[in-house]
Each structure stands twice: as structure tokens, then as C-alpha cells.
């Protein structure tokens, strides 16, 4: 039950900025969207998070469109240890329970 | 800062036994929550504990149970193991009262089942 669609895969040269883009069309007015990343196994990683405005952080910035139904997660300065699967979540809360619904996510490769 | 820890780092086991898995949350913080990532999926949500309530459960079958200590750490139980379970099992700590919520993971324990 993801409500988010990302590319399977994206390549980024080292340096440059990469963009990362999440459609999550059918968000609702109060769901959050949620980005993180997770490096060969360990444990997800938080970048960031947003509901209607910009914002950035020391990680990364995340655009999201006025009418909410996309985002794009930007790390401005791509390094080799950026290298990762991101994952684009729209935070779910059922009930008084709040859970991460992860999909597949998006590998990124950062090339020398 | 410590972070979340979750103890033990790699686990062996045969069909039909069963595991426990720990977790120690980031100091101050009140809720747990254990996910199942197998290899090659994102992360599936198993549990959230807060105030060592089960506030949440995923479509797990009852096999898997877990409960929460008055420090807020927290296990996972998993009975009658199958070949399917083996996985990595994350624990991942959270204020629980923050709007919004903010849930940071641990390293992650692996399980293989032969």
C-alpha cells in the first residue's frame, strides 16, 4: 500500500547536484512526505521531511509542488558515500499508530 | 548521542525455533516500533509499542509478538521460525507525542533461518 512512485534507479556524478524525484499523487492534505536513505543494509537513514513548504537541512532540501502531488529531494553536492537507496515516504497514521509504509525506493549512484 | 542499538548484530537459526530480538531506544524516547525488510524489499511495518502498549500492528501473523519494558526497550519475539523469516529486523525509536513524528532506526538485526 505505497502511495509513492520513484524511479527504479539514478545515476549522479560526484559533485553535482542530484535530484531525486517522488510522486505521490494521492496525498492527503495532513500526510507528511518523509525521505530517507538506506546504505547497503544498515539501518534507514532520516534526511528530511515536509508538508507544503520547502525546506532544507545540513543533509539535503526538498521541494514540494504547490498542489502536493510531487516532491523532489536534492543533495547539492553529491558524494561517493551518498550512495544509497532513498526512499520517499508519505507518513501514515491508522488509528493511534503512526508507521513508515516504505516502497522499493530509488538506488542512487554517485560515480566518481 | 547514543543511538537506537539493537542487540544481536547476526543470528543463525533452524526452522521451528524461535528468536529474541532487542532494542534500546534513543534516551527519551517513548516509542518503538519493529519493521521486517527482506532482501531486496523496503522495510515492512511489524509493531509500534509506546507507553509498553502495542499501539500498532502490521499484517504479521501471530507468531510475532513484542512487548515493551517500563525503559521503554523493547522485544521481538518471533515462535515457529520459517525459512521466510529470515530478514533484517529493524527497530526504530520515536517521541511519539511529536506531530510530526519522527521515527530514527538502529542498525538492524539479521536473521537467517535454515
Known amino acids: ?112 | 548521542d547514543a543511538g537506537v542499538t539493537q542487540s544481536p548484530t547476526h543470528l543463525i537459526k533452524t526452522r521451528g525455533q524461535h528468536v529474541t530480538l532487542r532494542c534500546s531506544p534513543i534516551s527519551g524516547h517513548k516509542s518503538v516500533s519493529w519493521y521486517q525488510q527482506v532482501l531486496g524489499q523496503g522495510p515492512q511495518f511489524i509493531f509500534q509499542y509506546y507507553e509498553k502498549e502495542e499501539r500498532g500492528r502490521g499484517n504479521f501473523p501471530d507468531r510475532f509478538s513484542a512487548r515493551q519494558f517500563p525503559n521503554y526497550s523493547s522485544e521481538l519475539n518471533v515462535n515457529a521460525l520459517l525459512l521466510g523469516d529470515s530478514a533484517l529486523y529493524l527497530c526504530a525509536s520515536s517521541h511519539f507525542r511529536d506531530s510530526p513524528e519522527t521515527q530514527y532506526f538502529g542498525p538492524g538485526t539479521r536473521l537467517l533461518v535454515l
Open chain 1, 1 to 112: 500500500d505505497a502511495k509513492t512512485t520513484q524511479p527504479t534507479s539514478m545515476d549522479c556524478a560526484e559533485g553535482r547536484a542530484a535530484n531525486l524525484p517522488c510522486n505521490h499523487s494521492t496525498i492527503s492534505g495532513n500526510e507528511y512526505v518523509y525521505w530517507y536513505r538506506q546504505i547497503h543494509s544498515q539501518g534507514p537513514q532520516y534526511i528530511i521531511h515536509g508538508l507544503k513548504n520547502n525546506e532544507t537541512n545540513e543533509m539535503a532540501s526538498l521541494i514540494i509542488t504547490e498542489d502536493r502531488k510531487s516532491s523532489t529531494l536534492i543533495l547539492p553536492h553529491a558524494t561517493l558515500r551518498d550512495t544509497a537507496v532513498y526512499y520517499c515516504i508519505v507518513r501514515t497514521r491508522q488509528g493511534g499508530s503512526e508507521k513508515l509504509v516504505f516502497g522499493k525506493g530509488m538506488k542512487l549512484t554517485v560515480n566518481p
